[in-house]
């Protein structure tokens, strides 16, 4: 038998489509989501050069199956009124690798590399995100491709995402591609831009 949930005009709902909020939050919770419940696409996301160059300059690998903990927090509060969008953690042994903390705006909006590594800065000093490392990987996704002066930062493009997920076997990340297309008003892949921005 055949079953297909529907949310009002969507003929072909999924999981992304419960979620509520205003389109930027919503791009990054469903984000969070789909690395929780998506190992491949997980692999993939850390496998990324400029993720997986600092994950190895704290000495420890870019492959999963070295961590037998990995948790995700999405929209998670530090006491001192901080937000961080993703908080991903990796645990070897209950003992704290590394974590990342990202920093993701919307996938149609440019952002000043100058304002957001501001905020990358007061994410990774702020201490009361209860992280039991210190080994913290800032990161930024963005429309463009920014340049940050921080060598403990990087940044990944949407493009990049886009580009994972089109990669992807799995249902979780076609139906999290086509939540993006369809948040974004029927976007078109060939609108995400290429070019960097040194703002």
Known sequence: MKTIFRKHHLKNATIFDLMSDNKEVKQTVALGYLMANDSQFLQSFINLPTIKMRIESFDYSSNLKNYDEVIINTEKHSTENKRADILVEFYQNNTACFAIIIEAKSISTAVSSSKIEQQLNDYLTVQDF???????????????????????????AWREIIFLLQKSRSQLAKDYFNFLINIEGNMKLADLPHNRNTA
Not at 131 to 154: A, F
Request: aromatic fraction near 4%.
């Open 130 to 156: 209860q992280l039991r490392t210190q080994n913290k990987i800032g990161c930024t996704l963005t429309k463009y491709d920014l340049i940050l002066e921080n060598p403990h930062h990087c940044t990944i």
